[in-house]
T-cell receptor, first 115, second 113 residues
Framework: AQSVAQPEDQVNVAEGNPLTVKCTYS??????LFWYVQYPNRGLQFLLK??????LVKGSYGFEAEFNKSQTSFHLKKPSALVSDSALYFC?????????????FGPGTRLSVLP | DGGITQSPKYLFRKEGQNVTLSCEQN?????MYWYRQDPGQGLRLIYY???????QKGDIAEGYSVSREKKESFPLTVTSAQKNPTAFYLC????????????FGPGTRLTVL
């Protein structure tokens, strides 16, 4: 089955420390991987994506993600967290579904950056 | 939230009523999507449309209906057949179907009284 897992419901980090939000996936073929962020009562905002090429992808707001094919992971990282980074983060992958290709989203990880 | 608008932001419905959620985009995107988001869960796909006058069921289409008469518009109707409609509904669009970045609207929170 094609799926996305975000093993941590909640991640807490102190402001100024590096942060990692984990994502692992299971898909057929080459994966297209995405990270989105959601602030309360808002839609999802695109952060970054991996299609092909360099395994380290840089995105918006200083975020980056590392694609690791052998570990089927696509962890989101930021060198120095800000309080304003506190939000809900979703990993997503393009997948072949019974009704055609579409996106599968992980359950989300809530990031809290403490001042 | 880009060039995608959803209205209303909040919607209250009595049991047994149908309601229609609006989604409009000015990004000239061919593909549009409707998702449902419940607390503690990821997004679940309700319906999607690759192109005008075409749409397909997603994971949880029962109790919902859509239309795609114009490229810019993809309204979602939550019918009385939907047993648990209270949720946050998100519309998205992309240049073409899948394999491409989806851009999301601000969402509509539906509450059934």
């Amino acid at each position: 089955a094609q799926s996305v897992a975000q093993p941590e419901d909640q991640v807490n980090v102190a402001e100024g420390n590096p942060l990692t939000v984990k994502c692992t996936y299971s898909v057929s073929g080459n994966p297209y991987l995405f990270w989105y962020v959601q602030y309360p009562n808002r839609g999802l905002q695109f952060l970054l994506k991996y299609i092909t090429g360099d395994n380290l992808v840089k995105g918006s707001y200083g975020f980056e993600a590392e694609f690791n094919k052998s570990q089927t992971s696509f962890h989101l990282k930021k060198p120095s967290a800000l309080v304003s980074d506190s939000a809900l983060y979703f990993c997503a992958v393009r997948a072949v579904r019974p009704y055609g290709q579409n996106f599968v989203f992980g359950p989300g990880t809530r990031l809290s950056v403490l001042p | 939230d880009g060039g995608i608008t959803q209205s209303p932001k909040y919607l209250f419905r009595k049991e047994g009523q149908n309601v229609t959620l609006s989604c409009e985009q000015n990004l000239n995107h061919d593909a549009m999507y409707w998702y449902r988001q419940d607390p503690g869960q990821g997004l679940r796909l309700i319906y999607y449309s690759q192109i005008v006058n075409d749409f397909q069921k997603g994971d949880i289409a029962e109790g919902y209906s859509v239309s795609r008469e114009k490229k810019e518009s993809f309204p979602l109707t939550v019918t009385s057949a939907q047993k648990n409609p209270t949720a946050f509904y998100l519309c998205a669009s992309s240049i073409e179907l899948a394999g491409d970045t989806q851009y999301f609207g601000p969402g509509t929170r539906l509450t059934v009284l």
